[in-house]
């Protein structure tokens, strides 16, 4: 077998154009065979068929590119949660736009690695010059915003403790109980004490017991507040909290991984007022942002307040190499090799523009609306409060939790949809969380007739003669 080509360099566009060929087919012969949002039969039945189809792994003599990509990429494809499909909806799951996806591919075949300048040259200076677009977005008013890309939220979140511990030493956090599982997590990474968790009864952080904290504890404060919760989609007043952080000398760190780009729209950016005033705030792109994983954002309203992420290592940023002026990018990051995800943001920034952008949020929202409107005039469907951002909760009326969690499990093994679960206000709901601004009002009423369809084969059907997966595709 020859040596493989390589994707850089004048030859690697050539090597790779039949080589993208096949994959687009792939893509396409995988997703018809899947026919729906993910494939039916639950984890046994998906397992055993992608085994099936990929064995052995690592033969003895290779089957060659276009063999291997082939097969490899129609199993992954005919057994993918398709986030594109209308009726995928569990999860913060966007489904990445095609233009964000193809620059991803372009990032894969140049590799930059964003830990040196003399691996990432133009790389280096589209970030830095991304991550301060980015933050001024958040901090408009700010005289040297900036901000770094991350992973996700949940390590956006973790840079956000860690930086507060760092000009603090062990601080304490508070959060309110719908915080997302991340802050509890950083606390424990970071050797720092347990959140104080406050009630959030309505949900978002109660403002009298936020108030009380602040009071009680006399030590350096850090307040986390959400502006998109993951179980609701909920914004905590943001506002409020930072007037009573003021008050009691308290830092913010603001979770706006769901609703931060709500910025970018005219209609709704109201919701999210108040970003401004935190201390730190993260904001993640494959959210609403359409981007592929990750694409994760933590920014702050002063360049120095990064100053604790820099670290020395003399063979990536030695002294005279920095004091020559080759920028020192190991302080943009706790990852050392990490890839240029500015390019994918940048891309779509540039190509959609604020108008794009504002478009599919505004579509994405108003769809979340529609489907509440359904489920209200829907008379065997309980919503359990109008959208904030685009999830959606509902539930089938009088329906015992063990149902519900049942239809969801049903609709899973079947192959019909997507759906996520939340407990609060002392129930289980299904949860439909919108971020595919394709979606059409059709496609709303087709998810409200498998969710009773569903409900009725559970509660109409003898046990003794039914399976969660028993109905055929």
């Not at 677009?133 to 949940?154: M, Q």
């Not at 403002?207 to 350096?220: F, I």
């Not at 003399?314 to 080759?326: E, H, I, R, S």
Request: with cysteine.
């Amino acid at each position: 077998m020859p040596t493989p080509p390589l994707a850089g360099g004048t030859a690697g566009p050539t090597a790779l154009r039949p080589l993208i060929d096949t994959v687009l087919t792939a893509l396409h012969d995988g997703a018809t065979r899947r026919n729906g949002p993910l494939p039916a039969g639950g984890p046994d039945t998906v397992t055993s068929r992608t085994r099936t189809a990929t064995h052995p792994l690592i033969p003895d003599h290779g089957t060659g590119p276009h063999q291997a990509l082939s097969t490899l990429i129609t199993a992954l494809a005919e057994g993918a949660a398709d986030p594109a499909h209308p009726h995928c909806a569990a999860h913060l799951h966007t489904p990445p736009l095609a233009l964000a996806a193809a620059a991803d591919l372009a990032a894969s075949a140049l590799n930059p690695s964003m830990d040196s300048w003399d691996q990432a040259p133009a790389a280096s200076a589209l970030e830095a010059d991304l991550t301060t677009a980015l933050a001024t977005e958040i901090y408009p008013h700010a005289t040297s915003p900036d901000a770094v890309i991350t992973t996700g939220g949940t390590e956006a979140n973790q840079l956000a403790l860690l930086l507060a511990r760092e000009r603090h030493g062990p601080v304490q956090t508070i959060c309110a109980a719908n915080a997302h599982h991340s802050i509890t997590r950083a606390t424990w990474l970071l050797g720092l004490p347990e959140p104080v968790v406050i009630p959030a009864p309505t949900g978002v952080m109660d403002l009298a017991a936020l108030d009380t904290a602040l009071t009680q504890l006399h030590r350096p404060l850090l307040v986390v507040a959400t502006a998109g919760t993951t179980d609701t989609g909920e914004i905590d007043p943001l506002d409020h909290i930072a007037d009573l952080c003021a008050t009691h000398g308290a830092e913010l760190h603001i979770d706006a991984a769901y609703g931060g780009p709500l910025l970018f729209s005219p209609t709704h950016r109201n919701t999210v007022q108040g970003l401004d005033r935190a201390h730190s705030v993260t904001l993640d792109l494959h959210k609403l942002g359409w981007q592929p994983a990750s694409a994760g954002i933590l920014a702050v309203p002063d360049h120095h307040d990064l100053t604790p992420l820099h670290h020395h290592a003399p063979y990536l940023n030695a002294d005279d190499d920095t004091d020559a002026g080759l920028p020192d990018l190991l302080g943009r990051s706790l990852r050392t090799t990490r890839r240029p995800d500015a390019l994918k943001i940048a891309v779509t920034l540039q190509a959609l523009g604020r108008d794009g952008l504002a478009d599919l949020i505004d579509r994405t929202l108003a769809a979340a609306l529609q489907l509440a409107d359904l489920i209200t005039k829907h008379p065997t469907l309980d919503l359990y409060d109008r959208p904030t951002i685009s999830t959606v909760l509902f539930r089938p009326t009088n329906a015992p939790d063990p149902t519900v969690a049942a239809i969801r499990r049903t609709l899973l093994n079947r192959g019909h949809a997507v759906l996520g679960r939340a407990h609060t206000d002392g129930r289980l709901w299904l949860k439909a969380t919108l971020l595919n601004p394709h979606t059409t009002p059709e496609d709303l009423h087709a998810l409200i007739d498998l969710v009773n369809t569903t409900t009725t084969d559970l509660t109409t059907t003898p046990k003794t003669h039914r399976t969660e997966g028993d109905t055929p595709r």
